[in-house]
């Protein structure tokens, strides 16, 4: 008797074991919670719903690459809208990091503060993969990890993201249709990259190809790396010039105003170009359209980062929160630009237009933004 006492006492030990380590987010039946903002990304998105928690909560930022203007505006949005009444009495403690291009860095600075006891961590994946055993930590210690961005191979955790495949479509469509308005159905494009290794990275490349592949022409294709920055992709493009000569048409993931410019440095012909969402690219594109620029500008907006939390505090809050939210593409042609609508003249080139989110109540100023600094908050 004593013998099944001790082994009933043994399984119960380890199962109660194995729940504590199982801890985390539990699969749910949706709808989630304020279903205009939190969109789930298609009908067989799962749902999670953690412990609600009492705020007020501690949240950190942990970025990765920092090298370009995009970050950069991110991590100030961030500031700004930590700032912001509709969740400033939400959060007791604020930290931004930036740990560069090193996976094992991110996940470090993600571990320490899962220890540090912080309730949720939003961050931009250096990597789409490694990141299980963090996951698994997080899962334990019932912290919410958001990633979002360029975002984590997995649906382990929340995920916050505009659909970078139909992005790099998108790009390729617009092109092609422009080029076939003036018979050109064949010719050679250059594809401006962003960073590798990113998923987002990859995500747009493989969009953008899928495209080309299907139209049937007979596409050359050149392909440099911008790192989704200006000065970089202004170089890259410069040298792809000075090596191969005249494009048909450039596909550019980011940096698109160093892209425009270098064309213009260059004396090259206006072509149709696919880009971000910069504020120098839709001033360039208003002032050129009439001698080629024909583009189109697609916004991956830096204000994402509020989205994340926003919704990291929601799943804090024991709400119903789809597995993988889908936030839409904001995009605009050339012939739909608007001074002091959907890009500022009097704003810097480096500015990203798109920051405004009202199914979800989220509108940060521009000055807001830019009067934060890009440096971390330790």
Same mark, same amino acid.
């Given at each position: 008797?004593?013998?099944?006492?001790?082994?009933?006492?043994?399984?119960? =030990?380890?199962?109660?074991?194995?729940?504590? &380590?199982?801890?985390?987010?539990?699969?749910?039946?949706?709808?989630? &919670?304020?279903?205009?903002?939190?969109?789930?990304?298609?009908?067989?998105?799962?749902?999670?719903?953690?412990?609600?928690?009492?705020?007020?909560?501690?949240?950190?930022?942990?970025?990765?690459?920092?090298?370009?203007?995009?970050?950069?505006? $991110?991590?100030?949005?961030?500031?700004?809208?930590?700032?912001?009444?509709?969740?400033?009495?939400?959060?007791?403690?604020?930290?931004?990091?930036?740990?560069?291009?090193?996976?094992?860095?991110? #996940?470090?600075?993600?571990?320490?503060?899962?220890?540090?006891?912080?309730? =949720?961590?939003?961050?931009?994946?250096?990597?789409?993969?490694?990141?299980?055993?963090?996951?698994?930590?997080?899962?334990?210690?019932?912290?919410?990890?958001?990633?979002?961005?360029?975002?984590?191979?997995?649906?382990?955790?929340?995920?916050?993201?505009?659909?970078? #495949?139909?992005?790099?479509? =998108?790009?390729?469509?617009?092109?092609?249709?422009?080029?076939?308005?003036?018979?050109?159905?064949?010719?050679?494009?250059?594809?401006?990259?962003?960073?590798?290794?990113?998923?987002?990275?990859?995500?747009?490349?493989?969009?953008?190809?899928?495209?080309?592949?299907?139209?049937?022409?007979?596409?050359?294709?050149?392909?440099?790396?911008?790192?989704?920055?200006?000065?970089?992709?202004?170089?890259?493009?410069?040298?792809?010039?000075?090596?191969?000569?005249?494009?048909?048409?450039?596909? &550019?993931?980011?940096?698109?105003?160093?892209?425009?410019?270098?064309?213009?440095?260059?004396?090259?012909? $206006?072509?149709?170009?696919?880009?971000?969402?910069?504020?120098?690219?839709?001033?360039?594109?208003?002032?050129?359209?009439?001698?080629?620029?024909?583009?189109?500008?697609?916004?991956?907006?830096?204000?994402?980062?509020?989205?994340? $939390?926003?919704?990291?505090?929601?799943?804090?809050?024991?709400?119903?929160?789809?597995?993988?939210?889908?936030?839409?593409?904001?995009?605009?042609?050339?012939?739909?630009?608007?001074?002091?609508?959907?890009?500022?003249?009097?704003?810097?080139?480096?500015?990203?237009?798109?920051?405004?989110?009202?199914?979800?109540?989220?509108?940060?100023?521009?000055?807001?933004?830019?009067?934060?600094?890009?440096?971390?908050?330790?």
């Amino acid at each position: 008797m004593k013998t099944l006492l001790k082994l009933t006492t043994a399984v119960s =030990a380890f199962v109660l074991s194995a729940n504590m &380590a199982l801890a985390g987010p539990e699969v749910v039946s949706g709808p989630g &919670a304020d279903p205009e903002c939190f969109a789930p990304w298609s009908e067989t998105t799962k749902f999670f719903k953690w412990d609600a928690k009492p705020a007020p909560y501690r949240i950190a930022v942990v970025n990765g690459f920092v090298g370009n203007t995009w970050r950069i505006q $991110m991590i100030k949005t961030a500031k700004a809208y930590a700032e912001d009444p509709s969740i400033k009495d939400k959060i007791k403690e604020f930290k931004v990091v930036s740990t560069g291009t090193d996976a094992p860095a991110q #996940l470090g600075a993600i571990e320490d503060f899962i220890n540090q006891g912080y309730d =949720a961590i939003i961050t931009i994946a250096v990597s789409p993969e490694g990141f299980d055993r963090v996951i698994r930590l997080a899962d334990k210690n019932n912290v919410v990890i958001v990633p979002f961005d360029n975002v984590l191979d997995t649906d382990k955790v929340m995920q916050v993201n505009e659909d970078q #495949l139909a992005m790099g479509r =998108a790009y390729s469509t617009h092109v092609l249709k422009e080029l076939a308005a003036i018979g050109k159905t064949s010719g050679k494009v250059l594809e401006v990259r962003g960073l590798a290794g990113n998923s987002v990275d990859r995500d747009r490349s493989i969009g953008i190809n899928e495209v080309l592949d299907e139209s049937g022409g007979n596409w050359e294709r050149v392909s440099v790396v911008g790192n989704w920055d200006d000065g970089t992709a202004q170089k890259v493009v410069a040298d792809a010039i000075a090596v191969h000569g005249e494009f048909d048409a450039v596909l &550019a993931q980011g940096g698109t105003t160093g892209v425009v410019q270098a064309l213009l440095d260059a004396e090259h012909p $206006m072509i149709p170009v696919s880009g971000e969402a910069e504020n120098g690219f839709r001033k360039l594109m208003a002032e050129n359209s009439d001698k080629g620029l024909k583009g189109i500008s697609i916004g991956q907006s830096p204000g994402l980062v509020a989205i994340s $939390m926003k919704a990291a505090i929601s799943a804090l809050e024991g709400n119903v929160m789809p597995q993988l939210i889908s936030v839409p593409l904001p995009m605009a042609t050339y012939d739909e630009l608007e001074d002091g609508k959907n890009y500022w003249s009097d704003l810097p080139d480096n500015f990203f237009t798109v920051n405004e989110f009202p199914p979800c109540g989220v509108n940060i100023s521009g000055p807001a933004i830019m009067s934060q600094s890009e440096e971390d908050v330790k």
